[in-house]
C-alpha cells in the first residue's frame, strides 16, 4: 500500500530559493512532498531573460499561469505572449520555450506533472554557485537526465 503524503503549508515566503542566471526560482512544492506526483515552482524572469530555449519534455507535463508581467511561449504553433492571469498547458511530448521579452520582470507559477523536474533548477543553481559556465550544451546534459531534449 502507498503512503499518502502529509498536507503542507506554504507561507508566504517558504520555498527553497534557487538563484539562476536567468531569474531567481523558488521550489514552492517538492516531489517529495506530495509522493512524486507534482511539483510547483515560481520563477521572476529578469528582463530579457530566455526562461528555457526550445524543448520537449518526454516524462511530465507542464502548466503555466503568468502571475505578473509578460511571458513569451515559443511552440510548434506559433508564438503566444501570455500577460498577468494567463496560463498554458504544454503535455509530454509538445516542443515549448519561453522568454519574458519585455523590459521588467516577469512572474510565473509552474506546476509539473508528475514532480522531479525541478531537480533541473536544482543542478543549475549548485552549477552557477561552483561557478560553472552556465551554456547551452550544459542546460541540455541537465535536461537529459529529466528526459528532455532540444527543440527543433
Known sequence: MTAFPDIVPG?????EVLDL???VFTVRISGDQT????????????PGALGAAPHIHHAHEEYFLVTSGEVTFDTADGVLTMS?????SVP???????RNATTAPA???????????????REIATEAAAGTPITPALLNELRAKQQTTPWP
Open 11 to 15: 507561507a508566504p515566503g517558504d520555498g
Open 21 to 23: 542566471p536567468f531569474g
Open 35 to 46: 509522493g512524486g506526483a507534482l511539483s510547483v515552482v515560481e520563477s521572476i524572469l529578469a
Open 84 to 88: 498577468a492571469g494567463g496560463s498554458v
Open 92 to 98: 509530454r511530448g509538445r516542443p515549448h520555450g519561453y
Open 107 to 121: 512572474t510565473l507559477t509552474t506546476i509539473f506533472t508528475p514532480a522531479g523536474y525541478e531537480n533541473y533548477f
